[in-house]
């Protein structure tokens, strides 16, 4: 590749972001480059004291239509369009009246700031831009010759390219820039289409496109060998990616994916009802409880496996206070993600210079609709989010016994944690706190089984005389295939058992539970989490 230079002498700039417009084109007229501009734009710069030719005397045609159409000129497209080293070209420039147009200045409207908002379907529509991408593509396709700018962030590269180079751009530059802007309006698109796709309940559309953009290039992904970045979906889902870092080490890949998977687990948790933490390792919750306030409800999250919690990843569902900041700084931990955090606590884990921080404002809502993505080979799977919360079920009780109002209670908290639980998942649980979970296992009767082992080696640490599933309950996120799995939960110490049925055998097991004493209830919903 060649740093050819191309002279800038005239740019056209048509922004819906305003930010460092006024000073971005008073350096471009101090090099004695022509302004081209419209509406807003065009008024934001002249209100500036600086001259500027509407595109209505360039083109010769008033904006119309509601400013629909201003753009979408042979005077605009061809002075974009035009190859400069082409004397065909150059020859219709002449015969045509068209001027070239060297630099390109576009931030498209904001259609997905107004979905955001939740704005009227006529304002959506209204925010979809048209002559802005068809001006970036244009621009884009000819960057030999022609710079063209989508993000107000690229301004003073663009100015330290003219200042470098006596007014003119590099190849390198421009390629930068037309690879940003293809990607710019590719994410555009994809969120107008996905958004269309919702509106019109459009569960599978022949294509499906996402875009995001940029929030930070990450030091390596799963492995140090693997690259990987971060990007923002449209939407602003409170959680890890629109989090405020207070402090800590930058975020890992797999610090991202593990926070991302407790904030979401932490959300099941109404903080208005009770306090809540839930402390997670390689993408599994290791420990979940609820209690009066975040110190017991950590304590309690904590004791179901503090081998495992080392390293782990904690949320919480309310303001993180002093006394919880200083229990957490007990042992070591990556990441600790909370709603907000009083300034006492954020002065004990600065204490701790490399824990990271964060607060995202808010929690997101475990019932809201939205879509996740995953690739395999040669494709992309995508589906709606799994937002069934148990709470909205209606339980229905399958055995002789029923379960007690202490045990439905655990039950429900149980089947909460177990969506966020790898499958196969088996949860036990007791006075509203995990006491042992089995995740990710190919049989569902070996995570009963490893559920069980890690409750005995925690009564072992606590020194307890039995295991805390003694008296438990147990959640698991898809039916008993067999009776064995339920089997091992109750020779475990459970006493009660919530799943949501569904197998051929399910008679097996309920008479199987009826024989042992066991109350279990069907919700009628799976929870599979690959």
């Not at 390109?104 to 959506?124: I, K």
Request: hydrophobic fraction near 45%; charge should be neutral.
């Amino acid at each position: 590749m060649t740093n050819q230079l191309r002279p800038v002498h005239r740019a056209l700039l048509s922004v819906s972001d305003k930010t460092g417009l006024v000073e971005f084109a008073r350096s471009l007229a101090a090099r004695g480059i022509e302004l081209i501009s419209t509406g807003g734009t065009a008024k934001a710069i002249a209100d500036a004291g600086l001259k500027v030719k509407d595109v209505s005397d360039l083109t010769g045609f008033p904006e119309m239509m509601d400013g629909r159409v201003k753009t979408l000129h042979p005077k605009v497209h061809g002075g974009l369009l035009a190859i400069r080293g082409n004397d065909e070209h150059a020859e219709a420039m002449k015969t045509h009246g068209i001027a070239p147009i060297d630099l390109l200045v576009v931030n498209l409207y904001p259609f997905e700031a107004t979905v955001e908002r939740s704005a009227p379907f006529s304002d959506c529509i209204e925010n979809i831009d048209i002559g802005g991408p068809a001006m970036i593509r244009a621009a884009s396709k000819n960057h030999e010759d022609v710079a063209v700018v989508v993000d107000v962030n690229d301004y003073d590269a663009v100015l330290e390219d003219l200042a470098r180079h006596e007014g003119s751009t590099t190849l390198l530059l421009r390629r930068r820039l037309a690879a940003k802007a293809y990607a710019r309006t590719a994410a555009y698109d994809a969120a107008i289409s996905n958004w269309f796709a919702a509106t019109i309940q459009n569960d599978a559309p022949d294509y499906r496109a996402f875009g995001g953009r940029l929030i930070q290039s990450l030091r390596y992904g799963e492995n140090p060998h693997q690259h990987a970045a971060f990007y923002a979906l449209p939407g602003r889902r409170p959680g890890v990616a629109t989090a405020r870092q207070v402090q800590g080490k930058e975020l890992s890949y797999n610090n991202i994916n593990d926070t991302d998977a407790a904030y979401e687990c932490i959300a099941e948790f109404d903080p208005a009802r009770t306090a809540a933490c839930v402390i997670v390792k390689h993408a599994n919750p290791c420990g979940v409880a609820e209690g009066p306030d975040l110190i017991t409800a950590y304590q309690k999250a904590l004791a179901c496996d503090s081998t495992s919690a080392f390293g782990g990843i904690i949320a919480m569902n309310r303001k993180l206070d002093a006394a919880t900041a200083r229990a957490i700084t007990g042992i070591f931990t990556e990441v600790i993600i909370a709603p907000d955090a009083t300034e006492e606590a954020i002065a004990v884990i600065a204490a701790r210079k490399n824990l990271r921080l964060l607060l995202a404002g808010a929690l997101p809502d475990p019932r809201e609709a939205g879509l996740t993505a995953k690739t395999v080979a040669g494709g992309l799977l995508v589906q709606s989010r799994d937002n069934a919360v148990v709470d909205d079920m209606t339980l229905k009780v399958v055995t002789k016994r029923a379960p007690t109002e202490a045990e439905l209670r655990d039950l429900r908290f149980a089947f909460r944690v177990a969506k966020h639980v790898k499958s196969n998942t088996i949860i036990y649980a007791k006075d509203s706190a995990t006491v042992g979970i089995g995740a990710g296992q190919m049989s569902r009767v070996d995570s009963a089984r490893i559920a069980a082992r890690k409750a005995l080696d925690a009564a072992s640490e606590l020194k307890l005389a039995e295991p805390l599933t003694k008296g438990s309950v147990v959640a698991s996120d898809a039916f008993f295939p067999f009776a064995d799995g339920m089997l091992a939960c109750i020779e475990a110490g459970a006493t009660a058992v919530i799943q949501p049925g569904g197998s051929v055998r399910d008679d097996e097991v309920i008479k199987a539970a009826d024989e042992h004493g066991i109350a279990m209830v069907l919700t009628g919903v799976r929870h599979f989490r690959h």
